[in-house]
Structures are given as C-alpha cells and as structure tokens.
C-alpha cells in the first residue's frame, strides 16, 4: 500500500495587493510532505517561506492550487473547520515563545485544550506529561521568568505537543536561543520526530536545517531546491541521558 502525504501542496500561488501593486509572494509551489519527516524550509527575507508556513499552518488562503492536510482540502473548510485543524492537526512554535507571562508552565500548556473544552483534571494530566516528555516535569509551577530562554522555547513545545498534533510547525524555533540551547532544542525536535511526529521547520541557519531529513529551499516565491539528507545528530548522547521521555506513538 502506498503511504499518502500527509501535507500535499499543488502549483500554490499567493499573490498580496497593495493599492494597485500585486505582489508575488508565491508562484506555484509544490511539495508532498510525509508522516513522519523532519523538513526545514530554508529561505532569505522576502522569498515567501513565512508565506508558505502560513498557508500550511491554515492561517492563510493560497490565490489558486490546492492545499490538502490529512487529506481534506483546507480550501473547502469553513472557519470553524479550520480551527478544528489548528486545534488537533496542527502544533505550533515560534521564535519569540509566546508564552502568559504571570502565569505557570502548566498552565501555559494546558491553554489549547482549555479551548477545546478538556476537564480540568484531565487537561492537568495532559500538560504535565507533555512538560515531562521536554524533561521539564520538575518545572511546573514555574513562570517563563523563572525559566531560562530554552526551558520557555521546552515549555513551547510542550504546548504544540499536548493536543497530540500530527504536524508540528515551528517558524524559527531556535532564532532567539544560544548555540547550545539551539542544540539542544534541535535534539528534542528529533526525537520528537523519531516518535512519530511530522516537523516542519523554518530557519534561516544552515546548521539547524542540517539537523532535519529533508532541506526545501524557496526564492522568489519558487521552491528551488527540495533534497533529503541524512540529517545530522544535533548531539550524541542518547535520548534517556537528555532528559526527554521519547514515546513512541502511531499517529493515522
């Protein structure tokens, strides 16, 4: 049986207008992402990478083409089906972390499914074993003050982690972090991604994208080059030694 793309993009194109400016931002760009595969969308300012995580993260509508996710066709959802998505297909995690500042790890975790109405003990269920899969559990009670710039990018994660997503999309994960906690969130995404979970990630830093399986370069609106790789070990130590449970789960 041939497996079926979890992400399948076809001859997208969006075009913004400014007053009588049309601007370009992308020109037809296709791509099949699988379960499973860690893909980094590499790109200059302006070459309408942002544009295409946006459209993948259903955020946006392309102008034409197609744009499928677990095999429906995001064009044809309405509002609500589309939050639907965001809310169980989807994880996000972004540069600037976006984490309640007065408010604890926990909580901050817990947020999405208190949107989707999940009890209270159930949702603190929930968030704490996302927090312990990023090795945070002893951290729970802490605010994003309290926290150093790689446990709130964890907290983060835990997050995007907690509605068990298919997908994780991260728009420059590691853009406001140091070399080693840029490392050492880069080893997390990977073993994430050997438990089962999509990752797409965007980054303009050629050693993070060496981390993933497969490089998608954009310019101009075009997709340029689109290669797999064997990605390189963001660090050696086994995964137990981080701190981070990796749990194997099979996601339909």
């Known amino acids: 049986m041939i497996e079926?793309?979890?992400?399948?993009?076809?001859n997208v194109k969006k075009v913004y207008k400014t007053g009588d400016v049309e601007v370009h931002a992308l020109r037809g760009v296709s791509l099949d992402v699988y379960p499973g595969e860690f893909v980094a969308i590499m790109g200059s300012s302006g070459s309408g990478k942002s544009t295409l995580m946006n459209l993948l993260g259903c955020l946006d509508r392309p102008s034409s083409g197609s744009y499928r996710l677990a095999g429906r066709e995001v064009a044809k959802m309405n509002r609500n089906e589309l939050a639907e998505v965001r809310s169980e297909v989807l994880g996000f995690v972004f540069q600037s972390f976006n984490l309640l500042a007065r408010t604890s790890a926990?909580?901050?975790?817990?947020?999405?499914?208190?949107?989707?109405?999940?009890?209270g003990r159930e949702r603190h269920r929930r968030a704490a074993h996302a927090l312990e899969r990023v090795g945070l559990g002893a951290r729970l009670d802490h605010t994003p003050a309290q926290l150093s710039g790689g446990q709130q990018q964890r907290v983060a994660i835990?997050?995007?982690?907690?509605?068990?997503?298919?997908?994780?999309?991260?728009?420059?994960p590691t853009g406001n972090l140091d070399s080693q906690t840029s490392v050492d969130v880069m080893a997390l995404f990977q073993e994430l991604g050997?438990?089962?979970?999509?990752?797409?990630?965007?980054?303009?830093?050629?050693?993070?994208?060496?981390?993933?399986?497969?490089?998608?370069?954009?310019?101009?609106?075009?997709?340029?080059t689109d290669r797999k790789q064997?990605?390189?070990?963001?660090?050696?130590?086994?995964?137990?030694?981080?701190?981070?449970?990796?749990?194997?789960?099979?996601?339909?």
Request: overall charge negative.
């Open 106 to 119: 926990l909580e901050n975790v817990e947020l999405p499914l208190v949107y989707r109405g999940v009890g």
């Open 230 to 252: 064997v990605p390189r070990p963001a660090r050696t130590e086994s995964p137990s030694s981080s701190g981070v449970s990796v749990e194997k789960r099979e996601y339909p």
């Open 194 to 224: 050997q438990a089962g979970i999509t990752i797409v990630l965007v980054t303009h830093e050629p050693d993070i994208a060496e981390c993933a399986s497969r490089v998608i370069v954009v310019k101009d609106g075009n997709v340029v």
């Open 4 to 10: 079926e793309p979890l992400i399948r993009v076809a």
């Open 158 to 172: 835990a997050r995007a982690l907690v509605g068990e997503p298919k997908v994780i999309l991260a728009d420059e």
